[in-house]
Antibody, heavy 118, light 110 residues
Framework: EVKLVESGGGLIQPGGSLRLSCVGS????????MNWVRQAPGEGLEWVAVIYGGGDTFHADSVKGRFTISRDTSSNMVYLQMNSLRAEDTAVYYCARDSTSPGRAGYWGQGTLVTVSS | EIVLTQSPRTLSLSPGERATLSCRAS???????LAWYQQKPGQAPRLLVYSAFVRVTVIPDRFSGSGSGTDFTLTISRLEPEDFAVYYCQYYDTSPPAYIFGQGTKLEIK
């Protein structure tokens, strides 16, 4: 069974840094497209970043230069390093794995809440 | 940059009725990369349909997707109480890679 569990969210001041973690089970992160998708309170879904099976990474323009997606295949984990956080980064952050074919997220974690506030 | 516009933003229907949700792309897109999700309050999204019309195995057959080019539709043939939720369309752009979401349609009980 595929399972994703996020952690690392919390309250952080503007300008601060936070690292989110996502541990996968039932599959290997090295063989799948792994994403971070966020949802601000009461708002829609916004894709944040993806790491391909081969290791290439891509980020949304809204976070480029501030956030970095990475992975540790030995522990089957995916990370989102978030720097220079802003109030508008406040959201639930979901870790999501693409289905067998890329481009659609067939598996999601339960999300972790990041609140950026002074 | 491709933009997905969903309509209506809110749809009020009764159980047993048919729901038709629209997703319009700002330019012609590959139907292979068009998906639909359902999200209930407090839950993560759930993939319903991919490649515009292929239903995920465990999804009931009252859900169907259609469309091509710039216009895509998610149809729920006969609404069940558990279908009232927010629905998102999503496009996977490969150049550069990005997952683009529509703003969502809230399907509420009338």
């Amino acid at each position: 069974e595929v399972k994703l569990v996020e952690s690392g969210g919390g309250l952080i001041q503007p300008g601060g840094s936070l690292r989110l973690s996502c541990v996968g089970s039932g599959f290997s992160v090295s063989n799948n497209y792994m994403n971070w998708v966020r949802q601000a309170p009461g708002e829609g879904l916004e894709w944040v970043a993806v790491i391909y099976g081969g290791g290439d990474t891509f980020h949304a323009d809204s976070v480029k230069g501030r956030f970095t997606i990475s992975r540790d295949t030995s522990s089957n984990m995916v990370y989102l390093q978030m720097n220079s956080l802003r109030a508008e980064d406040t959201a639930v952050y979901y870790c999501a794995r693409d289905s067998t074919s890329p481009g659609r997220a067939g598996y999601w974690g339960q999300g972790t809440l990041v609140t950026v506030s002074s | 940059e491709i933009v997905l516009t969903q309509s209506p933003r809110t749809l009020s229907l009764s159980p047993g009725e048919r729901a038709t949700l629209s997703c319009r792309a700002s330019q012609s897109v590959s139907s292979t990369n068009l998906a639909w999700y359902q999200q209930k309050p407090g839950q993560a999204p759930r993939l319903l349909v991919y490649s515009a019309f292929v239903r995920v195995t465990v999804i009931p057959d009252r859900f169907s997707g259609s469309g091509s080019g710039t216009d895509f539709t998610l149809t729920i043939s006969r609404l069940e109480p558990e279908d009232f939720a927010v629905y998102y369309c999503q496009y996977y752009d490969t150049s550069p890679p990005a997952y683009i979401f529509g703003q969502g349609t809230k399907l509420e009980i009338k």
